[in-house]
């Protein structure tokens, strides 16, 4: 897989894997090593996460959620590493299926969610399209984070162009910004700065409730 040259991959990835389970980092350095290189340092407590992230400079980390009896172990740690000002891709790796949880673990700051049993390929391309700075959240679970809401009509209707209208289509369909970039033949960059535009015509304040907003978007017309 070609990444963009607008925002290159680093190589080797050095990636945090925080997992109460050895073989599921091991796991997971299998399936990332099948797409890009990539050296694994995995870790088993958010402790140990945040220390890694002090001192081994990691360019992402994969986050579960539950560590031992800790249910939302994985969320503090991604709050108080954006909270000290890691910038670093995150990307939660769970088999939580709850959009309570999902929509908490954005709130908190991750840039992605991937379920466990998930097929191979979509991990990958969960991680990829994270590590090159982007966002993803499955169709599934954008749709379910979405009708958390109550529906509602917008109190001014934005105004979009027919590429922005194009692109938000494809956000409330789950695509991720790859994606929408094959799709519209169009590069990434473009598809990631139109997109900060989008969250600014519809009002939205993170990537979930964008996803919910464009829905509802498509759902008016």
């Known amino acids: 897989m070609t990444l963009p040259a607008s925002i290159p991959a680093p190589s080797p990835c050095r990636v945090v ?6 073989v599921v980092a091991e796991g997971w350095g299998r399936i990332i090593r099948d797409r890009m290189d990539c050296e694994v340092i995995p870790v088993a407590s ?19 959620l539950t560590i031992g009896e800790q249910k939302i172990a994985g969320i503090r740690l991604i709050a108080r590493l954006r909270q000290v000002g890691a910038r670093l891709p995150i990307l939660v790796f769970t ?5 309570i949880i999902a929509r908490r673990a954005l709130q908190a700051g991750c840039n992605g969610l991937i379920n466990k049993d998930s097929p191979s390929s979509e991990i990958a391309d969960a991680f990829i ?21 109550q529906p509602g009509t917008f ?25 929408i970039a ?23 304040t993170t990537f979930a409730d964008m996803v919910g907003k464009a829905i509802r978007y498509f759902d008016e017309l």
């Open 46 to 64: 958010p402790l140990a996460a945040f220390r890694a992230w002090r001192h081994e400079a990691p360019d992402a980390m994969v986050v579960d």
């Open 129 to 149: 399209e994270v590590v090159r700075g982007g966002s993803y959240v499955s169709t599934e679970m954008a749709r379910k984070i979405a009708l958390m809401n």
């Open 17 to 22: 894997v925080l997992d109460d389970h050895p």
């Open 182 to 204: 094959e799709r519209a033949g169009i590069s990434y960059k473009t598809v990631s700065n139109v997109s900060m535009t989008l969250k600014d015509k519809l009002g939205a």
């Open 95 to 99: 088999m939580h299926r709850s959009p």
């Open 155 to 179: 109190s001014a209707r934005p105004r979009l162009t027919p590429r922005e209208e194009h692109i938000l289509r494809g956000v409330a369909e789950g695509l991720s910004y790859r994606e």
